[in-house]
């Protein structure tokens, strides 16, 4: 289990994908989802009634909405990328295709990334007998590593863990 860190998320930010709209397309959730920690699940139902403009600090905004697993409401501070993103966007997101699609986009992104070319040791169990496997970083890349990047890296500058799980929706470290 891998998660990017703000180098990788940049490298992955920047990308010219420009003559890859539909690339960018899947690039732009996934990023949104690496500041927020939504679930796909989530990401799918944002619309611009999630957005909330704080009043006090007309600058920041907040995502609100409930999730779809845990039918928790979460209040969500929205990153100054995730700002730039729905910008480019006409302030929504843009539209999400189905998850097996968004996981094989990212392994093609994310073998653009010089850095995620790194490999990786991954052990697990498979059939009762122990796998080790040498892949490249972007082959371990799916819609998920967003959350776990998000929380490794909230995690990672000193935000509290229990912060963290209200965003995400942990029940247990």
Same mark, same amino acid.
């Given at each position: ?81 995730? #700002? ?34 790194? #490999? ?10 122990? #796998? ?42």
């Amino acid at each position: 289990k891998v998660y990017l860190n703000e180098s990788e998320l940049h490298e992955i930010y920047t990308l010219d994908l420009s003559e890859r709209p539909g690339l960018k397309r899947v690039r732009d959730l996934f990023i949104v989802s690496c500041y927020t920690g939504l679930r796909y699940s989530d990401i799918k139902q944002v619309t611009e009634q999630n957005i909330i403009k704080d009043h006090e600090n007309p600058k920041d905004f907040y995502l609100q909405l409930k999730q779809t697993k845990t039918k928790d409401i979460v209040t969500i501070p929205l990153h100054e990328v995730v #700002i730039d993103i729905m910008n480019s966007y006409d302030n929504v997101l843009p539209k999400p295709i189905s998850a097996q699609k968004t996981n094989t986009y990212l392994k093609e992104i994310c073998k653009l990334i010089p850095s995620l070319k790194k #490999i990786e040791t991954i052990e697990f169990t498979k059939g009762g007998k122990h #796998i080790t496997q040498n892949l490249p970083k972007f082959d371990l890349v799916s819609s998920h590593t967003a959350r776990r990047s998000f929380a490794t890296n909230s995690y990672l500058k000193g935000h509290k863990t229990a912060d963290i799980m209200a965003v995400t929706g942990h029940r247990t470290e």
